[in-house]
């Protein structure tokens, strides 16, 4: 079965750091990565995929997020953090067991605090 | 120009009580979801329908029935709701199914927080 993992729980970072939140993943086929962003009391907001292609894929707000096939990883990061960043956020795979059918799996998520 | 909505954005109701959830996106997607979010933010897939079809169906208490009379809403009725039906629930929708080239990117409602006393 599909899985990802975020190891933690809270990152927090001062603004204008590198910011980075850990994401690995156990797929069998090829891996749809995705993380989306949730701001408090709303809804989840795409940031960006990797389907094929460069490793390293460029989503909204300057986030980016690097694809590592020999450490199953697919990090997410910003070379300066904003107190604006401060969010809850989710990594998510496709699930391939049934694949006439769109199914993502989300990780626990992992609260993002960005300190003044 | 809200791309998915939900009604209500609140819900507060007694146990046993039955409650709808509505969905409604304007993006021209085929394919709509339901996916439930718990009290330590664990968000998990319910129900999916393409082009009005169900797709998905995870492990959910069949009190829980999805109605998509086009396929632009996804509805969702509870039945004899329980105190762990508490949680806030969020619509989503995507254009296609992977064997038709999609690339699964979903796009949430702002969530409607069902509370059941």
């Known amino acids: 079965a599909q899985s990802v993992a975020q190891p933690e729980d809270q990152v927090n970072v001062a603004e204008g750091n590198p910011l980075t939140v850990k994401c690995t993943y156990s797929?069998?086929?090829?891996?749809?990565l995705f993380w989306y962003v949730q701001y408090p009391n709303r809804g989840l907001q795409f940031l960006l995929k990797?389907?094929?292609?460069?490793?390293l894929v460029k989503g909204s707000y300057g986030f980016e997020a690097e694809f590592n096939k020999s450490q199953t990883s697919f990090h997410l990061k910003k070379p300066s953090a904003l107190v604006s960043d401060s969010a809850l956020y989710f990594c998510?795979?496709?699930?391939?067991?049934?694949?006439?059918?769109?199914?993502?799996?989300f990780g626990s998520g992992t609260r993002l605090s960005i300190r003044p | 120009d809200t791309a998915v909505s939900q009604t209500p954005k609140y819900l507060v109701t007694q146990m046993g009580n039955d409650k709808s959830i509505k969905c409604e996106q304007n993006l021209g997607h085929d394919t709509m979801y339901w996916y439930k979010q718990d009290s330590k933010k664990f968000l998990k897939i319910m129900f999916s329908y393409n082009n009005k079809e169900l797709i998905i169906n995870e492990t959910v208490p069949n009190r829980f029935s999805p109605k998509s009379p086009d396929k632009a809403h996804l509805n969702l009725h509870i039945n004899s709701l329980e105190l762990g039906d508490s949680a806030v629930y969020f619509c989503a929708s995507s254009q296609g199914l992977l064997a038709g080239g999609s690339t699964d990117t979903q796009y949430f409602g702002p969530g409607t927080r069902l509370t059941v006393l």
């Open positions: 797929v069998s086929g090829n891996p749809y």
């Open positions: 990797y389907i094929t292609g460069d490793n």
């Open positions: 998510a795979v496709r699930d391939w067991g049934d694949s006439s059918a769109s199914k993502i799996i």
